[in-house]
């Protein structure tokens, strides 16, 4: 079994059908979604890059992320991610993104948020978001569930397009 194209391999069917690109910003995924993507031949026609951006620091580094960009915006919440998503479809001129923040656990986030909360997000021509809690602080765990949940989306905005 191959559990990382096997989680992309309808994306990137649909990517390299429709000639779209997908760029990726995620934090507690840590490089996962980003990997699925990766896992399936061929992914150089739609993978733009990608970036982990666990810190602030690597925010701002990696999606060129200002205080402008985030002003209003509430840690861990869809809206923070949806821009992170927009930032990140910047960056890389990408047709779609997705971008993901999340508390893998064990322990709380530094803004209080519990274990086995993410948030998702996707933008292009049909942007969407989706708040994920598995109520598990099994680090491992929720890192993989994330993964397959922003694949879920992905696909959804996808087939959604047309």
């Given at each position: 079994m191959?559990?990382?194209?096997?989680?992309?391999?309808?994306?990137a069917e649909r990517l390299t059908a429709s000639g779209g690109t997908v760029a990726v910003a995620e934090s507690s995924t840590g490089g996962?979604?980003?990997?699925?993507?990766?896992?399936?031949?061929?992914?150089?026609?739609?993978?733009?890059?990608g970036s982990v951006i666990y810190t602030l620091e690597s925010r701002r580094e990696l999606l060129g992320i200002t205080r402008e960009d985030v002003r209003g915006l509430e840690p861990l919440t869809e809206a923070m991610v949806?821009?992170?998503?927009?930032?990140?479809?910047?960056?890389?001129?990408?047709?779609?993104?997705?971008?993901?923040?999340?508390?893998?656990?064990?322990t709380r986030a530094r803004y209080g948020h519990p274990p086995g909360i993410s948030v998702l997000a996707v933008d292009g021509p049909r942007p969407r978001t989706l708040a994920v809690e598995t109520?598990?602080?099994?680090?491992?765990?929720?890192?993989?569930?994330?993964?397959?949940?922003?694949?879920?989306?992905?696909?959804?905005?996808?087939i959604d397009s047309g």
């Open positions: 191959n559990e990382l194209s096997d989680l992309a391999r309808s994306v996962l979604i980003s990997a699925a993507l990766l896992a399936v031949p061929g992914a150089s026609a739609y993978y733009r890059g949806a821009r992170f998503a927009q930032l990140a479809r910047r960056q890389l001129d990408a047709t779609w993104a997705i971008a993901e923040l999340g508390v893998a656990g064990p109520g598990s602080d099994d680090r491992e765990e929720n890192m993989w569930r994330f993964t397959r949940a922003a694949m879920d989306l992905l696909f959804q905005a996808l």
